[in-house]
């Protein structure tokens, strides 16, 4: 199974990066005041960093 | 607003919709074709998003701002663990046949019912306020809807007036109908599951729903909304994490919260494990997961602020926001819509816990404990499966019960938000426990009972105390100045831990002790070498493509036994065809033939635990179990496994020294190769079969000034120009292509200007004989070369010198036969006139004249014969030379007999042996054979009888010569170099007259046959001349 345990790997990475960037230094950066598109910039960046997640999810999973 | 019988209807019209599709599925399951698709495994899981998040997440947002997130961020960051943690869990299931989280745990901790007891009374009471929160749910939603709010003291209200009364009736009977109809062996609910996929399909289209309304019409899209949103006095807060908002521990514990809720949850357990159709379908849940959380929370914070820009603070709980604003707008649609996909939610949550939860108390809770008491046996009348499913039925009903009651006590104090991060909590009390069961070797029996009673202690402390303190059940002053009046054990400061909001607190106190009791005493305590097998082979089994072996030594129990439980527990028909699938696989042709043994043991108990628990099942297996007197056999098996292990390792001990010793003696002997290879004074290298260097010697080094370390990679067009790299190169493939050792003479330049080697190159072959580099070593042989090159130039010079002296040579010859020849016309006239004198005028001189004529005659005669004798030495040397066989034994025999006539008076023995042949030219050999022979006669003269041998000796070298022997007057041994120079005479030519010149011709023929000639002689004793003809 070297292509699961790639992807088990991978998805692993995935979690860690995903942990770092929903906790405290890095979120900091954008918990601040200020809109893009008129939303409040902190929403934006977690629902950003969300999708960009799911997004590569998607794609570590495929094949 | 809405009629509480269009309410009604719609409900009911829903649910059956519901109950419907279920209905079809589960039939359609019984057919054998199974539901396993993805999307359905990954919308099922959407049952996650339960009536708290659906109502509990605006009111969240509304307080904390983007707390709510933090759940299902976690959540979603969880589930990308699938392969590794998710993996095990489902693994668990399919291999060990684990009914639920406290099977999970009961099945690795030894299949205890302490453990398994443990967990399912932590999640019943955990979760039982999880559950009264959805029906608070729906009944609120439903008084808001009818527009009854005003009366939402529901504790005030009969209970047949209650709506969530009714609502539990309803969801019972869904739950029973679907979760417990009948007991299937894998405790899968294709029904329940469809169902429940599209629950989360009406939740999601109601929250996008109710988004969309609030969004763009009741304002003019988002940024229209967060406009107006910025004149709100909280609005700062409710955009910020840190600093005025909320705190980073706070995020931080619900991301954790959100993690470990979303995999512990007894209904996220069952959905995400018990009811996965396929591995391969947590890979696609890992990512649409995670997208259905996204897109249902998408619009939580535009209703939140909605509403809170709508409605005055505190007129409106803010739970109700997503259903209070389409009513306030009075849109009853959308209400209506809300409402649904509100007891969507609930319902869909509410079936599946209780569903989870009655397997768990039921495998769990009552049937170890019934099992125990005999109320339940492995023999006995009737069919116990069906005693196990009213069980279950009546623990259904059992929880709803008691989530209802909890409701009606104590369920108006608090947010849906705080009773249901107060579940979160106790659900993560299994953490340790089973993530830890799953991974870590080292856990046991006694650490996981240690850790789950003081996290379960330590989470009621923290968070359930206070909970009842609010609601009047406790005296308040046991939260506000600690028991008996110690503040440093105040439920919300414990240890002095302040600063950290309720949740967190809890959290963190009821996690620390949990974990560090689970790891401390399994630590302390290690488990018996029995169950330390047990979890091996367990955790053994959940390695992806790892085979669980189920038995354990010394448990055995009769086919018939073992087929009569699961008669018993999963019908006659299910029992027959699980025997009849081991008897196949033992190679038996009836199950009743079956040896007792101890796989079959385990496995039957696999599958009992399928239905009934891992303990229950162990302890209706122990029940049949032979009974062996104190386990002699047993005890020597477990100790056998031991040894076996022990054994084994000593094995691995010892194979492992061997090579370690192995590689001590290779280090050595590469060593000493390295040593030898650097001292030797020839060129030595490796090259691999690009032409890259592998490695060179010392020697090599400083020849071309590149050092070791540099010369790796490297080829010969790095290092020498590419005429004379081309030359290396090619040799190379020569002998490559060769496949052998070849030789050959390579110049390299070196500081000194260019250098001779001899170069052997050879292939080197690893053990399967392909060959993978090329060697060469290579000796300088400059030095020889230039000698050699000396001797050549010495022997040219040789050559021309020894063609002048032949030209010289020649030239004499030439020159004394002409001399000779041309000298014999005067003498001739000379001896005619002289002869003239003496004949007629003799009488006319006198005496003295007559004398000096007579002198004069004599010396003309002696000039002349030494004239012929020089004509004849310089003939021999020219001419053509004819060899042929020639007989030399007729030929002395002839000259003997001329001689014999020439003086017939002389007495001389001739000794001749017969046969000597020789390839000649015969004149020549005459002429040889004449002159000895002669010469013997000559000088035997004085001997009264001559003797004269002819014949032939062997010679050293293996070759032969011929010689001629006399018994005349020989001669000096000194002078023997002399014998064959010309006019060299050792006699005077009176005593023996001759030429002088003979030997010399002699030599010289001999010399032209390519042989040699030499004397033995002494004085008075005769001579023998020896002499031998080339070839």
Not at chain 2, 86 to 114: C, E, F, N, P
Not at chain 2, 339 to 350: E, I
Not at chain 2, 440 to 458: D, S
Not at chain 2, 745 to 767: C, S
Request: glycine share 10%.
């Amino acid at each position: 199974m070297p292509k699961r345990s790639l992807q088990d790997a991978r998805l692993i990475a995935l979690f860690l990066l995903g942990c770092l960037a929903l906790t405290y230094p890095l979120l900091s950066l954008f918990s601040r005041s200020g809109t893009i598109f008129g939303i409040p910039l902190l929403y934006v960046y977690l629902y950003g960093a969300w999708a960009t997640l799911i997004v590569l999810a998607g794609l570590a999973t495929r094949r | 607003m809405v009629s509480r019988w269009v309410i009604i209807a719609s409900c009911l019209a829903y649910v059956g919709i519901l109950f419907a599709v279920a209905y079809w599925f589960d039939q359609r399951a019984e057919r054998g074709r199974l539901l396993a698709n993805p999307w359905v495994y990954a919308l099922s899981l959407g049952t996650y998003a339960t009536a708290w998040t659906f109502y509990g997440s605006a009111g969240m947002a509304a307080v904390d701002g983007a707390a709510f997130l933090a759940i299902y961020l976690g959540a979603s960051l969880a589930v990308l663990l699938s392969g590794t943690v998710m993996g095990r869990m489902v693994r668990a299931v399919q291999r060990y046949h684990v009914t639920s989280i406290a099977d999970l745990a009961a099945s690795r901790y030894g299949k205890s019912g302490w453990v398994g007891g443990a967990v399912a009374l932590g999640a019943v009471i955990g979760l039982i306020p999880y559950l009264a929160l959805q029906l608070k749910a729906i009944s609120n939603t439903f008084l808001m809807l009818a527009g009854e709010a005003g009366a939402s003291s529901a504790a005030a209200v009969p209970v047949l007036h209650d709506t969530a009364f009714y609502a539990v009736l309803l969801l019972a009977a869904f739950a029973i109908l679907f979760g417990a109809r009948r007991l299937s062996p894998a405790e899968r609910h294709d029904g329940l599951v469809a169902a429940v996929a599209i629950v989360s399909v009406a939740k999601l289209l109601a929250a996008l729903a109710i988004g969309v309304f609030v969004v763009f019409f009741l304002y003019q899209g988002v940024a229209d909304l967060f406009d107006q949103a910025v004149r709100l006095p909280q609005y700062g807060r409710l955009i910020a994490i840190g600093g005025e908002g909320l705190s980073y521990g706070r995020w931080l514990a619900l991301l954790v919260l959100g993690m470990l809720s979303v995999m512990l949850l007894p209904s996220q357990f069952h959905l995400v494990a018990v009811e996965n159709r396929g591995e391969k379908h947590l890979y696609s849940a890992l990512w649409l997961f995670p997208l259905y959380l996204l897109l249902i929370t998408l619009f939580v914070l535009p209703v939140a602020f909605a509403g809170l820009l709508r409605f005055p603070l505190g007129a409106v709980e803010p739970d109700t926001f997503a259903i209070a604003l389409p009513v306030a707008f009075g849109s009853p649609g959308p209400a209506l819509l809300v409402f649904l996909g509100g007891l969507s939610a609930a319902t869909a949550h509410v079936v599946v816990s209780t569903l989870a939860l009655s397997i768990l108390i039921c495998n769990n809770l009552v049937l170890p404990l019934l099992l125990r008491l005999g109320w339940i046996s492995a023999s006995g009348p009737g069919h116990g499966g069906r005693r196990v499913l009213y069980l279950r039925r009546f623990s259904i009903l059992l929880l709803l019960a008691l989530a209802y009651g909890y409701l009606r006590l104590t369920g108006h104090s608090y947010a849906l938000v705080q009773i249901g991060l107060v579940s979160f909590v106790a659900a993560a009390q299994f953490a340790p426990v089973v993530l830890g069961g799953l991974f870590w070797r080292h856990g046991n029996r006694r650490g996981a009972l240690a850790g789950l009673i003081l996290g379960f202690l330590a989470w009621a402390y923290t968070l359930v105390l206070p909970v009842l303190a609010t609601s009047g059940w406790l005296p308040p002053d046991l939260v506000q100045a600690g028991p008996f009046g110690i503040p440093w054990l105040k439920p919300l400061a414990l240890f002095g831990l302040e600063d950290v909001d309720w949740i967190s607190h809890g959290l963190f106190w009821s996690l620390l002790a949990n974990t560090g009791a689970y790891v401390g005493v399994s630590l302390a305590k290690p488990a018996s070498l029995e169950e330390r097998l047990e979890t091996l082979r367990f955790i053994d089994g959940l390695a992806q493509d790892g085979t669980a072996e189920m038995g354990l030594a010394g448990r055995l129990a009769s086919a018939r036994d073992l087929h009569g439980l699961l008669a018993r527990f999963l019908g006659p028909g299910y029992a027959d065809e699980a025997m009849a699938r081991f008897a196949q696989e033992s190679g038996v042709a009836h199950w009743q033939e079956l040896e007792p043994n101890a796989d079959l043991v385990g496995r039957t108990e696999s599958l009992l635990a399928g239905v009934i628990g891992a303990p229950s099942a162990r302890i209706l297996v122990d029940s049949v179990l032979r009974r062996a007197p104190v386990g002699t056999r047993e005890v020597m098996e477990i100790v056998d496994e031991t040894s076996h292990a022990i054994a084994h390792s000593h094995r691995l001990e010892q194979q492992s020294r061997q090579l370690e010793a192995l590689a001590a003696a290779l280090r050595e002997s590469e060593e000493r190769l390295e040593a030898i290879i650097d001292n030797a004074p020839a060129v030595i290298f490796m090259k691999d079969l690009e032409g890259r260097y592998l490695l060179i010697n010392r020697q090599y080094e400083s020849f071309i000034l590149v050092g070791r370390e540099n010369i790796k990679g490297k080829t010969d067009h790095d290092l020498y120009s590419s005429e004379l790299a081309d030359v290396y190169v090619r040799n190379d493939r020569r002998v490559l292509e060769a496949g052998k050792p070849l030789q050959m003479e390579e110049t390299l330049p070196a500081f000194d200007g260019m250098r001779t080697y001899l170069a052997v190159k050879f292939p080197l072959r690893d053990v399967n004989g392909q060959v993978y580099a090329l060697c060469g070593i290579a000796t300088d042989i400059t030095e020889r070369k230039r000698a050699e090159e000396a001797i050549r130039d010495l022997n040219r010079d040789l050559a021309a010198r020894g063609e002048q002296l032949e030209a010289l040579n020649q030239e004499l010859e030439a020159f004394s036969y002409s001399v000779s020849h041309d000298l014999r016309a005067p003498l001739r006239g000379l001896n005619g006139m002289t002869q003239i004198l003496m004949e007629q005028y003799a009488d006319r001189l006198d005496d003295t004249g007559r004398t000096y004529l007579e002198q004069i005659r004599k010396s003309s005669q002696r000039l002349s014969q030494l004239v012929d004798a020089l004509l004849s030495l310089s003939l021999v040397s020219r001419g053509e030379m004819r060899r042929e066989d020639v007989d030399l034994s007729e030929m002395v025999g002839k000259i003997a007999d001329d001689l014999r006539a020439g003086q017939p008076e002389r007495q001389v023995e001739f000794v001749i042996q017969a046969g000597v042949h020789a390839h000649g030219d015969p004149r020549l050999l005459r002429v040889v054979l004449d002159n000895l022979v002669g010469n013997a006669w000559k000088y035997s003269v004085k001997r009264p009888v001559g003797r004269i041998e002819f014949g032939t000796v062997p010679l050293e070298d293996g070759g032969q010569a011929y010689f001629v022997r006399d018994n005349g007057v020989g001669f000096d041994m000194q002078y023997a170099d002399r014998l064959f120079k010309a006019f060299q005479r050792f006699h005077s030519p009176n005593e023996y007259p001759g030429s002088g010149i003979g030997l010399a011709t002699v030599q010289r023929i001999v010399r032209r046959h390519g042989g040699r000639i030499w004397g033995e002689g002494a004085v008075d004793q005769g001579a023998t001349f020896y002499f031998t003809l080339g070839p």
